[in-house]
């Protein structure tokens, strides 16, 4: 589909403009059905056109496409086969996300209301090299339990049912991070949500309906 083509181009864009990763770091997939639609290897986030992104089904055989799809569609694949309801995925490297993914920071993540509701249940799991089975394994291992997933010394992984989503969940994300370093650097202790509120909070959906 066009349209998926476009959102995965309007999301590069807007990835660099907010300067959430650098460099040819990241990648973004889409799906429709069985069709999976990912960055190609090599692309710059900010810089997409029509002919980056490959088109391949579910067990990564290409579809569309003449260049080498991004050596992370495997990570991507294994979220899609495992989480039905999700239909796009985003992996940046944004500067906060990944200080706190290098280091032995433990995130405080109820601190306001749209933290509360993305991250809820953000994970962290350990270091695998870029593109390997390893790493794809791993994902798979949590991704049913998350939609947020915080790579050691790598970036962040966010899915969702639409790339919009995906959007917001990085901000909310990348915007938390930036608070727990700012509070570590200047001695500043942060104070989360109690528990309790944040349940209710979850529960009723006074943000949005409580994902799954």
């Keep these: 589909m066009e349209r998926i083509r476009e959102q995965i181009i309007e999301t590069g864009k807007w990835i660099m ?3 959430l990763t650098w460099g040819t770091s990241g ?3 889409g799906r ?3 069709h999976v639609y990912v960055t190609a290897s090599g692309t710059v986030m900010g810089d997409l056109k029509a002919e980056d992104i490959i088109v391949c089904d579910l067990e990564g055989n290409i579809l569309e ?4 799809p991004s050596k992370e569609t495997g990570m991507h694949l294994e979220v899609y086969r495992k989480c039905p309801d999700v239909q796009a995925i985003v992996h940046t490297s944004p500067f906060y996300g990944t200080f706190c993914a290098c280091s032995d920071m433990e995130l405080k993540t109820n601190l306001f209301i749209e933290s509360m509701y993305y991250d809820e249940k953000i994970l962290s799991i350990p270091y695998y090299h ?3 089975r390893a790493l794809a394994e ?3 291992a949590v991704c049913d339990s998350t939609h947020v997933i915080l790579m050691r010394h790598h970036g962040i992984l966010v ?3 639409t790339l919009a989503e995906c959007r917001t969940a990085l901000d909310v994300t990348e915007n938390v991070c930036k608070m727990n370093v700012m509070a570590r650097m200047g001695g500043i202790c942060l104070e989360e949500v109690e528990p309790e509120t944040v349940r209710d909070f979850l529960r ?6 409580r994902r799954g």
Excluded: P
Excluded at 65 to 68: I, P, W
């Design 159 to 161: 899915y969702d049912k």
């Design 32 to 34: 429709d059905g069985t």
């Design 27 to 29: 990648n973004i997939s």
């Design 17 to 19: 403009d907010q300067k």
């Design 204 to 209: 009723g959906g006074y943000y949005k309906k």
């Design 138 to 140: 791993a994902v798979r």
């Design 65 to 68: 496409g003449d260049k080498k």
């Design 130 to 132: 870029a593109g390997s």
